[in-house]
T-cell receptor, first 114, second 117 residues
Framework: GQNIDQPTEMTATEGAIVQINCTYQ??????LFWYQQHAGEAPTFLSY????GLEEKGRFSSFLSRSKGYSYLLLKELQMKDSASYLC???????????????FGGGTRVLVKP | GAVVSQHPSWVICKSGTSVKIECRSL??????MFWYRQFPKQSLMLMAT?????????EQGVEKDKFLINHASLTLSTLTVTSAHPEDSSFYIC?????????????FGPGTRLLVL
């Protein structure tokens, strides 16, 4: 099983930087994903880390430390449209027909204020 | 990124009826599809995993006879909520993973909002 923790809510100002932390415990780590979800919509893929280090993609970056069971998503130059929930998801190796599957954290609601 | 469609986008039905939700991968072959349920202000909860041509694997606590899953082809999976009740009202989201998708990333459909009266 897995235990994935991330803060419930964060507030930041337009143009600022926000870092969303995610800690996890898993017996068979096989990748960590970050998704953005606007209210009433399905999640959209943001980033994927399977090796330690930083992955940068425009205004969004994601970091992973497998030894610490820790990841963060960094949002730079915040815009109003970035107000959404950010979901940390861990993929765990599993045997059988199900194969690898994602387990999601509770999500972090980010509110960007003018 | 890869495109996954879901139909219908919302449905209202009477208690006791069955509802079928379709999930299609539009530009890749989905060897595995996942069905999630999300209640308001909660995260996604995996219901079941299906591989093309084989029986679905259900998560603990999910009734396989109530939530029928069929993954008949590499681009289509269906979820049927049988004898729906008001407590089944939720946001149902499918996700697909497959060949040609970098890192085996899962891509999500737009979701189906089900309201059972």
């Amino acid at each position: 099983g897995q235990n994935i923790d991330q803060p419930t809510e964060m507030t930041a100002t337009e143009g600022a930087i926000v870092q969303i932390n995610c800690t996890y415990q898993t017996s068979g780590f096989n990748g960590l994903f970050w998704y953005q979800q606007h209210a009433g919509e399905a999640p959209t893929f943001l980033s994927y880390n399977v090796l330690d280090g930083l992955e940068e993609k425009g205004r969004f970056s994601s970091f992973l430390s497998r030894s610490k069971g820790y990841s963060y998503l960094l949002l730079k130059e915040l815009q109003m449209k970035d107000s959404a929930s950010y979901l940390c998801a861990v993929r765990e190796v599993s045997r059988g027909a199900a194969g690898n599957k994602l387990t999601f954290g509770g999500g972090t609601r980010v509110l960007v204020k003018p | 990124g890869a495109v996954v469609s879901q139909h219908p986008s919302w449905v209202i039905c009477k208690s006791g009826t069955s509802v079928k939700i379709e999930c299609r991968s539009l530009d890749f072959q989905a060897t595995t599809m996942f069905w999630y349920r999300q209640f308001p202000k909660q995260s996604l909860m995996l219901m079941a995993t299906s591989n093309e041509g084989s029986k679905a694997t259900y998560e603990q606590g999910v009734e396989k006879d109530k939530f029928l899953i069929n993954h008949a082809s590499l681009t289509l999976s269906t979820l049927t909520v049988t004898s729906a009740h008001p407590e089944d009202s939720s946001f149902y989201i499918c996700s697909a993973r497959g060949q040609g998708v970098p890192g085996e990333t899962q891509y999500f459909g737009p979701g189906t909002r089900l309201l059972v009266l």
